[in-house]
Structures are given as C-alpha cells and as structure tokens.
C-alpha cells in the first residue's frame, strides 16, 4: 500500500438507479424482498372466492394464486384460469369424478384473474 484517502461509497436508495459499483441499502433490499411472490403468508380464500367472477390483485407485489379442482358434479368440463385475459393454467375435459386437479397463477399488481370451471367444486383456492 503505498498511501490511503478517505472516499465516499454510493449507496443506492432507489430502485431505479443502475450500475454495478454502487450498494444497495438496507431498506431498498427489503423493498425488494417484500415484493418477491409469496411473501405474504397464504390465506384460503376457498369461501371468498367464486368460479367466474373477476378478481383484482390489490397488493403491491404479485400474488401467487394455487386452486384445487374436483370433479364432484360429474361430467365432462374445461377448467382454466385466467389472467389478464391470459390462460396461466387449464385442465382437461376429462377430469374422472372425485379425481383433483390443480392450477397455478402469479398475478401482477393490478392484475385481474378469474377462474372459469363449470360442473367442478373448488376444493381449496389458496393465494399468497
């Protein structure tokens, strides 16, 4: 070492600054953290939620949605969800009475999502 200065070290404290030189701090990384999908603890929402309505994420992060089906009315059916006028996830026409199937979205903030199923039950309709 042939001599030492004092110098400033770049911290970042907003999300939309770039480069690779500077840190981020503590509480823009957990800003970041906070916004991972699934960081709110799940909730069943089986006995808030109805097949064919529209739903609007609210949060400020995205939102994990996981629906299990089951064919308890019989016959034959198409189950899908839907998000942002996007099927994320569909199950066959043939779902075999009592037999369970499950559908995963993420929805963006702001995100619309619905779940068209007709003649199966929901079972479990978990977000997080």
């Known amino acids: 070492i042939?001599?030492?200065?004092?110098?400033?070290?770049?911290?970042?404290?907003?999300?939309t600054t770039g480069g690779s030189a500077k840190l981020l701090s503590a509480e823009q990384g957990k800003v970041l953290n906070d916004r991972l999908v699934g960081f709110k603890q799940p909730v069943d929402v089986t006995s808030l939620r109805i097949r064919g309505t529209t739903y609007t994420n609210t949060d400020i992060y995205p939102r994990l949605i996981s629906i299990n089906l089951n064919n308890t009315e019989g016959g034959s059916t198409s189950s899908r969800i839907i998000v942002?006028?996007?099927?994320?996830?569909?199950?066959?026409?043939?779902?075999?009475?009592?037999?369970?199937?499950?559908?995963?979205?993420?929805?963006?903030?702001?995100?619309?999502?619905?779940?068209?199923?007709?003649?199966?039950?929901?079972?479990?309709w978990i977000e997080a």
């Open 2 to 15: 042939t001599g030492v200065s004092e110098q400033q070290i770049p911290i970042v404290d907003d999300l």
């Open 84 to 124: 942002d006028d996007v099927i994320w996830g569909q199950c066959s026409n043939n779902i075999s009475y009592g037999q369970l199937k499950q559908l995963f979205a993420i929805v963006r903030p702001g995100g619309k999502y619905r779940l068209d199923s007709p003649n199966v039950s929901v079972q479990t």
